[in-house]
């Protein structure tokens, strides 16, 4: 007891560990996975207080209070509506016991240590999370630029000298074509799934 309270305190109860596909059923975030909806692990580091799991659709983090306390916090954070920003690698130097790993997620800063012999494992996930923050911006700009032209041709058109009634019948029509133009955008460039990007760099 009185060990783990002391690496509690001293912080070395936050190393974590990359956990093994085999043994994510073990694990308490195994528990809150959405298989119904084709969720999947795909990258899991456990500490002795928390968990951090990469699904393809979230990440989903199990808070505890300390490593001496059972208590937890089931936080889940879907990529679609938290964008990932600043994503950081920090390698160990000589006496370091881990490796870190940094980024952002929404308004949710993370920083979580791993066992630095663990380091390749981690640059895979670090990839992984680099590259989901190129696709999030580059989407993010797509979308902005559709919205841009759409907002500058309805402009266009309540400026132009237009019969009134056929001006009510065109804003009616370009009304409808906006609605399921931005739906399209919507469905296009709003990625919820990023399965794809994780088995490219975590199962290569």
């Not at 989901?132 to 841009?148: H, P, S, V, W």
Request: net charge negative; aromatic share 12%; with cysteine.
């Amino acid at each position: 007891m009185f060990k783990k309270m002391a690496a509690d305190a001293l912080g070395l109860s936050d190393i974590g560990k990359i956990i093994d596909p085999a043994d994510y059923d073990k694990t308490d975030a195994d528990d809150y996975i959405f298989n119904e909806d084709q969720e999947k692990i795909y990258f899991l580091i456990k500490t002795k207080a928390d968990e951090y799991c990469f699904t393809n659709l979230a990440l989903i983090h199990v808070d505890g209070e300390s490593a001496v306390s059972s208590k937890r916090t089931l936080k889940r954070y879907p990529y679609y509506q938290h964008k990932i920003s600043g994503v950081i690698l920090e390698t160990a130097g000589r006496v370091d016991l881990d490796v870190e790993i940094k980024f952002i997620l929404g308004n949710h800063a993370f920083d979580i240590d791993v066992r630095k012999d663990q380091i390749d494992q981690l640059k895979d996930l670090y990839k992984s999370l680099l590259k989901i923050e190129e696709i999030m911006e580059e989407n993010q700009k797509l979308t902005q630029f559709g919205k841009k032209s759409y907002e500058n041709a309805v402009s266009i058109l309540h400026n132009s000298r237009t019969d009134q009634d056929e001006l009510a019948e065109t804003c009616e029509n370009l009304t409808n074509y906006g609605f399921d133009w931005n739906r399209s955008i919507h469905e296009k460039y709003l990625k919820k799934d990023f399965g794809d990007v994780f088995e490219k760099y975590i199962y290569n």
